[in-house]
Structures are given as C-alpha cells and as structure tokens.
C-alpha cells in the first residue's frame, strides 16, 4: 500500500490515509514532508531586555535597516552589534512596537508615545502633531495609524497623514489628511494591513476594506461580509496579494474578495491547544522561499501568555506541520552579503563562526530568511541544520477485519543517518492505541509483525529527514 503524506491534519478521519495525527518539528514542503531547521545565532548579543518586536526596514536603494524594539528603547542590529536608536529621553510602555516603511522613512509606534520616525540613517523622532497609536501602515501615499489617541482616546478610529507627507496630521481637503472611525462593528480595531494600493482594518469580529476616493471622502470603507476578525495586529501575515491570518475561530486566506477558511485539517486542534486568554499574543512571518507562514502562539502551557508553540502552513500545497518553539519577536531577516574581505570584520576567529552550512541563504546577498528573537532576547535565524523530528500516522486497516503488517518503508527525499519506528495497534478506531515493538530502521525500511485491525506507526529521526510518503506491506486479512 503506498500513501503519499498530506501533512498534520488532528480534526480529519484518523482513518484518513496519508494524514499526520500529531508530530514535531515537522514542515510542509512542496514535495512532501521535513525535519524543520534549528535555530542559528546571527551574532549578535543579547538584547537588553524582553523584545516587543522586530522589523527589517526596507530602504528605496535596496540597503537594509534591522530594528528591535524593547520597552525603553529601540536599537538598530549592523555588523553584529545593538545600537540604540531611540529618541532622546528613550520609550515607556509594555506595548508591542509596530512598524511600517514610508519611503526612507522606517516609522514605529507602540500606542504609548508619540509616531516614531527615522531617516535612511540615524535615530529616531517623534512626528510633530501625529497622534498615539496601536498599529501603523501605509498605502497609496498616506501613513495610516489605528486605535490612536489625538487628545481624544479613539480605539474603533483611522488616520491618515497627509498624502505624500508623514509629517502633516491636521485634518484638511487641501492635503487630504483625515480621520474617521468604523462603527458598522463593535470594538476596537485590532490590525491594520495594506492590500496593494488598499488598506484591511480588522475587528475582533469583523473586517472592513478601506480604498482611497480623494475629494471630501478621502478614504473610504466599506465592512466585508461575515463575522470574521483577528486579536492582534501579528496574527495576520501579508504575502505578495494575500493576508494569511488566524481569526477567533479558523484560519483564512483573504485576496480582497471575501475571506476563505483554509483551517479545515487543524482548526479545532489548534482552538484547544491555544491559550485564548493571550490570543492577542500570536506572532505570524512568513518564509516566501519555502512558500511557508509560521504562527508563533502561546499554548495551553504557557501560563505567562509568551509564545510557547508554532503551526506552519504551506499555502502552495495547502499543508501543515508544527513544532515547539518559545520566542519573543518573529521577522524576516536578511543578513546582507558576507564576504572574505568582511569576514574579519563581522568574526575574530574561525571558531566564533556560525554553525551554519556552507550553502545556507545566510551567505547569499540580500538573501532573506525566517528568524526569531529567543527568550534570552538573541536574534536566531532557522537556517541551521535539522534537529530532531517526529510524527504519528493516521490509522491503517478494517473495522471488520484483522491485517497483519510486516513492513513499513518511508520514501525518503533527504535519507536520515538513523531512525525509529514504533508500531500501535487496536480493535476500534475509538480505542487509545496500545504501544508495540519499537525497531530502528534497517536498509532504510523498518521491519514488523503485528495483526490486529487498526495499525498506526511513530517516527523518530535524530537529523535532516525529508519524505513524501510511506509504503506499508499489509499482508492478509480476515474477515470476522
């Protein structure tokens, strides 16, 4: 019997063939399933505190500005040392720090001081007369912030510099800034993304499309159908034409039609593992190159709120993994080209190098990967070699009849060095599994005997391990 592996999918038939009933540090790739990548020092030390958030600004030369921000300051990473940034006098609040992109001008905000905003080089400012805000973006020339504070406390309300000029926040039709608020819902808008030239506002519960109209109107919104929202402004992740997020009750895909589920495999596992209390916590970034988004979220487990757990999605081949992983900030790093001649300049001695492999991204120009700033506040990126792995198939067989199994033989695209098998069994598809022989692998197959009328199977790798299927030796079977 060969089954091709359709990745971790808890809420669907068990007896689903191809489908994982839980696994660890397990990726959707296009031509099957992986080992995920370990975490890999980028070189820098340790920030001075808990980061809020991270951000890789993008500047119009092509040059790059990596930003993390803490709750008293905000420190900008170049040739593997933390410079602080911040405005004269430094930051207050436990907020996160949100970020944006206006030209050459890298513009943050944490709703407890005033829009921050840095030149292609050099510190950060306040913006004269720009309000206080949870969230900022930008789209078709205008900054916008959301859940702001102009002197009046305004969580349901946007506003838009004037257009082409992220210094001018007094309302008038001559420079098109304005402000309005977004009531056909209740609550506070919670996230704020561009759609190419457009804007998506997001509720708890709701979603509107914001597109601009000029002349008195300035911008226009118009509430999208369904109750459909997010917590948090990190839940929702922005590839190319696309918004991948995770709402209060699925996942969904949103293009500028109507939001899509694409949670159907996971949707209630993920609801029962997550900590609701601290939904607002989730961090999503994606990794373009793999076709992959990462949702950093805190589990059950975590009492503290703190991102404890990730689920991945494949949205080329409509697929998902998982894995264990406890964070501060999420971002897409790039690490800028390396060179011989750089070498010294960025590591003293051999040994101080990386662990990573010779032809990682991490030394191509302009290559940018998927990182993480860890619970010890250091910057990691996901480019080291793979470290261990396991996952648990669906269940094999007949309610009406018993087969005997001899021999499982993973199709490997990346063989590993060394692994495990472990066979379970059972009567019914609603007994708990009953644990058998555990076998290592030999000439890349595994060997077993067991009859009985349900069969699944445990794998365990200990490095690098990619596959795209199983095929499984059922010998006989008898009816009852």
Known sequence: MRIPLLGFAPDLDPASPGILTDCNNIIPTTQGLAAGNSRVSAGYPALAATCL????????NGTKRLFAGTSAAIYEGSSLVWTDRSR??????????????????????????????????????????????????????????????????????????????HTIWTPAIATQCANGRLVDSPGRITAGHPLGPDMVAYKASSMYLGRYAGGNIVWSWSRIPGDIGVSGQESVVVVQTQHFFVGTDDFYTYDGTVPRSIGAPVREWFFDDLNRTYQANIIGVADPARDLVYWHYPSTASTSGACDSVIVYNYRQDKWGKLSASVEAAVQYSSGQVTYDGLGALYSTYDSLPSIAYDSPFWLADSTVPAVIDTSHVLQQLTGTPGASWFVTGDFGDDTAYTYISRVTPRYRVTPTAGTCTNFYKSTLSDTPTSDATVAMSRYRFDMRRAARWHRFRFDFTAAVGLDGLDVQIKGSSAE
């Open 53 to 60: 958030g991270a951000y890789v600004a993008k500047l119009l």
């Open 88 to 165: 004269g006098g430094g930051y207050t609040g436990t907020n996160r720090w949100r970020w944006a992109m206006f030209g050459d001008i890298t513009l943050a905000t944490n709703r407890s001081q005033r829009l921050q905003a840095a030149p292609s080089s050099g510190a950060f400012a306040d913006i004269a007369g720009a309000p206080t805000a949870a969230i900022v973006a930008t789209a078709s020339g205008f900054v916008m912030v959301f859940d702001y504070n102009d002197g009046t406390d305004t969580p349901d309300g946007w506003f838009c510099s004037g257009a082409y000029d």
